[in-house]
C-alpha cells in the first residue's frame, strides 16, 4: 500500500478548531461554480465516521453525492485493479493524462483524479480501466459520480 498523501500548512488557530471550522463550513469557502448544481446557496456537508457521506443540498433540497464508498470487503479487489490500470499506464505511456489515485484512511474510500490534455481520455483506450469499471457497482455501496472541475491551483502536485 502506498503511502497516504498529507498536506500541511499552518493556522494561527488550535488543530480541532480548525478541523471544526473547515469542516462545518465548508460550504461558505467552497467555489459553487466547483460543485453539481452550481447553486450559490448550497450546503456542503461532510458526515463524521465510517460510512459517513461528502455531499452536497441545494437550496431546494436536493443532495448530490460527492463520492462513493467502496464494500469493506472489496476495497482490497479495489484497490488491486487500481493498481492494475497504473501498471498498464506505465507499460504504455498514453500520454496526455495525469491521474492519481487515493485510498482513504477510511481503509474503503478512494479518490482519484484525472487531468487530461485534449478531448480524448486515454483510460478509456486502457484495458485495465475497462476492468475496473466493468465491475465497479458490484464493489462499491453506490456507484461512482464523475464531475469535471478546473484547477484553481496548485504547488507540485500537478504538471506546469
Avoid at 85 to 92: G, Q, R, S, T
Avoid at 144 to 156: H, K, L, N, Q
Wanted: with cysteine; aromatic share 8%.
Amino acid at each position: 500500500m502506498t503511502s497516504p498523501l498529507r498536506i500541511t500548512f499552518d493556522v494561527a488557530c488550535p488543530p480541532e478548531h480548525a478541523f471544526s471550522m473547515w469542516t462545518s463550513r465548508i460550504g461558505t469557502w467552497w467555489p459553487s461554480d466547483h460543485t453539481v448544481a452550481g447553486d450559490p446557496d448550497l450546503e456542503v456537508i461532510l458526515e463524521s465516521g465510517v460510512g459517513g457521506r461528502i455531499y452536497e443540498r441545494t437550496s431546494e433540497g436536493v443532495e448530490h453525492d460527492w463520492g462513493e464508498e467502496t464494500k469493506p470487503e472489496r476495497a482490497d479487489e479495489n484497490e488491486r485493479l487500481i493498481r492494475d490500470v497504473f501498471a498498464d499506464l506505465a507499460k504504455h505511456d498514453p500520454g496526455g493524462l495525469h491521474y492519481a489515485a487515493f485510498r482513504l484512511d477510511d481503509g474503503v474510500s478512494f479518490l482519484h483524479v484525472a487531468l487530461i490534455d485534449g478531448d480524448e481520455n486515454p483510460l478509456l483506450a486502457s484495458t485495465s480501466f475497462d476492468a475496473f469499471q466493468s465491475g465497479i457497482a458490484d464493489r462499491c455501496t453506490e456507484g461512482p459520480i464523475a464531475v469535471d472541475a478546473t484547477v484553481v491551483g496548485s504547488y507540485g502536485l500537478l504538471p506546469d
